[in-house]
């Protein structure tokens, strides 16, 4: 079981680079890259609405639960 992050699919989606997404969230570049990569423990929710906001989509379209996906 695990969350899986979609964040690079949704800045392919909107053609946005992790760093324009940093910038305009004004989240730093390694914690988003923490986020991206889907080693982040765990995800504020003042950050999942900024970063919604930025990205104009909904909470699940950034996080995913698989069932079957093997441990990060």
Same mark, same amino acid.
Do not use: H, W
């Given at each position: ?10 800045? /392919?989606? !909107? ?5 324009? $997404?940093? %910038? ?7 914690? =988003? ?8 423990? /765990?995800? !504020? ?5 900024? $970063?919604? %906001? ?7 379209? =950034? ?10």
């Amino acid at each position: 079981m695990a969350i899986i992050v979609n964040l690079d699919v949704m800045l /392919a989606r !909107r053609k946005m680079s992790l760093t324009e $997404l940093s %910038e305009i969230v004004e989240i730093s570049l390694p914690n =988003l890259s923490v986020l991206k990569t889907g080693k982040a423990r /765990a995800i !504020r929710f003042s950050t999942m609405e900024a $970063l919604c %906001e930025a990205l104009s989509c909904q909470p699940g379209d =950034l996080l995913e639960y698989v069932a079957d996906a093997p441990p990060n």
